[in-house]
């Protein structure tokens, strides 16, 4: 009886226009305060120091290689994760084999394996003298800008697999049936109407794999060997300036300049891909009948789901697992003992591992909170179509600027406006701009998909605004707000860059694991490849446990 006059006393409080216009105001408030403009102000405000790098050349034309070996590595793997997801996501729903539903839960592995861990685990399967080298006798890959360009497509394939597997199950395939009985083979059909119809879709999984290549440092910090991008730039001139190698002014001047760069050129790349992406004429309109029906059928599209395999086993699965040998080989020795009891470096890494998952928790719940309401106001257009549209835009902006550019970016910001501020709660102001757009991407494309009649509805009958929500929108969207508070929460768990970029004591769990792979002979930790193959194996292993749990707790819910 009390909890429901308190609920009764909400729903009124919630019909006044005064509150309902302040929570999404708020929402917009902390939108702007927290996660958009610090990351933007804090690269103007050591606007002066950027003399330090304009007055070294060399300095200087390090940096630029750096940051356009960033967006040459992105576009490029961008384009391979597109041009060899399709095939991979055609076969999920277009095969016919009863095993497609295991291949469909198996492609979703890389992306929950803590990058951290599959850094290392593709620098152990492409370098490493019991990987794939042992096969050949010598080494086969050295870490470089090759295996930058390995590791990178192999963590952004499978989102643009689940992206373009999500568009083929919502499209009607009336249309391309419709184009096959007027006689068009299947390539054809599928180039000039599926992919006309999906193309939203494949210019999104572009942007998700490209702004996920730029973001990535710790797992690029492993393999990167001598060559440098953006964030191993920042990275590098961070421990030059810690071993006393650069003054301050050089590496606050190195750092805002890199960070100007890398945002900016990526807002324009972004801002180039919307307003062209939709103009760009795909698939070519012109039809080869020939050759196209011979593509169609029996061997050839059974070549092509073989390639598929092929590539996704030998480049994207096999090597993000191959760190579990390693792991349990560590089972079999006294690296298990040692590492429960805490002993030695394993205390620092227990340490991490509490922090990265409380940091985790901290931030999901923040998500949560501010990001629903401003959900719901891009979903629903409640401040206009045109005010609206323009939050929906800049909610995208953290999503494609590199996160250790961010990183850097707020740590100038904060720092320099509030010196007393803790680590702890920059590191969660860090996290929770990079990982805001995800939670409220999700939440108002679910919120979109619910008939605003079925809320006309329920008004009409006298419920009030809390109350809609509560008995329509929040039924309706648990699947996809529990779907982003976990995407936000690994996605929190897994962030080096920024944890990097902001503090200088606090370690989480990918930063300690970076210090323990040795890069370039140097070896900030004395870490044995075991011990580093069971660190990674534990963060896998808490990684499939909350992927589980998540499937457990929405089993049976179905889709909307």
């Given amino acids: 009886m009390h909890k429901r006059k308190i609920t009764e006393a909400l729903d009124r409080i919630s019909s006044k226009k005064t509150v309902k216009y302040s929570v999404y105001l708020t929402a917009v408030i902390v939108f702007f305060a927290l996660i958009l403009l610090p990351p933007l102000l804090g690269v103007i405000i050591k606007w002066n120091a950027m003399q330090a790098v304009l007055g070294q050349p060399d300095l200087m034309s390090r940096a630029l290689n750096a940051v356009q ?36 839960t198996i492609a979703d592995i890389p992306f929950v394996v803590p990058t951290a861990a599959l850094g290392y685990s593709l620098l152990l399967f492409w370098s490493g003298p019991n990987g794939i080298s042992y096969l050949f006798g010598n080494l086969l890959l050295s870490p470089g800008w090759l295996l930058v360009i390995l590791l990178h497509f192999t963590f952004s394939y499978p989102v643009v697999v689940r992206v373009v597997v999500g568009a083929l199950l919502d499209y009607k395939i009336e249309y391309e049936q419709a184009s096959r009985t007027l006689g068009a083979p299947p390539l054809t059909a599928s180039r000039t109407v599926t992919f006309a119809i999906i193309k939203p879709s494949l210019i999104a999984a572009f942007i998700l794999a490209f702004s996920r290549s730029l973001s990535e440092t710790g797992a690029t910090f492993m393999v990167a060997g001598a060559f440098e991008n953006g964030p191993v730039f920042i990275q590098n001139v961070t421990n030059d300036f810690k071993t006393g190698t650069v003054d301050k002014y050089v590496y606050e001047g190195s750092l805002a300049f890199a960070s100007f760069i890398l945002i900016a050129v990526a807002v324009v790349i972004f801002a180039l891909i919307r307003i062209f992406g939709p103009r760009l004429k795909v698939p070519v309109k012109k039809i080869w009948p020939s050759w196209e029906r011979k593509l169609s059928y029996s061997k050839a599209a059974t070549s092509r789901n073989t390639i598929t395999l092929l590539i996704f086993l030998a480049i994207v699965l096999i090597p993000s697992l191959f760190v579990a040998l390693p792991a349990i080989q560590a089972i079999f020795t006294d690296t298990l003992p040692r590492s429960l009891s805490g002993g030695g470096i394993w205390g620092e890494y227990w340490q991490s591992i509490l922090l990265s998952y409380f940091l985790g928790a901290i931030v999901t719940v923040l998500n949560v909170v501010i990001g629903l309401p401003m959900a719901i106001l891009i979903a629903r257009r409640n401040f206009g179509n045109l005010l609206s549209g323009i939050l929906d835009v800049l909610v995208n902006v953290p999503l494609i600027i590199p996160s250790i550019a961010i990183g850097v970016s707020l740590k100038f910001f904060w720092k320099e406006n509030l010196s007393f501020m803790p680590e702890m709660l920059l590191l969660i102001f860090a996290h929770l701009a990079i990982t805001y757009p995800y939670f409220v991407r999700s939440m108002s494309a679910a919120t979109e998909r619910i008939s605003a009649d079925l809320e006309e509805a329920s008004r009409t009958l006298g419920a009030k605004p809390l109350g809609v929500f509560r008995t329509i929108i929040l039924p309706l969207t648990k699947y996809s707000i529990l779907s982003g508070a976990i995407m936000v929460f690994t996605r929190s768990v897994s962030e080096t860059g920024a944890t990097l970029a902001v503090v200088t004591t606090l370690k989480t769990a990918p930063v300690v694991l970076v210090d323990w792979v040795p890069r370039l002979g140097i070896q900030k930790m004395p870490a044995t490849p075991l011990d580093i193959g069971l660190g990674c194996g534990y963060l896998i292993l808490f990684s499939f446990i909350i992927l589980l749990a998540l499937r457990l707790i929405v089993r049976g819910k179905g889709r909307y």
């Fill in 69 to 104: 070996n960033s967006f040459l590595v992105a576009l490029l793997v961008s384009a391979l994760d597109v041009v060899t997801g399709i095939p991979m996501a055609w076969l999920i729903t277009r095969g016919k084999s009863r095993w497609l539903n295991v291949l469909d």
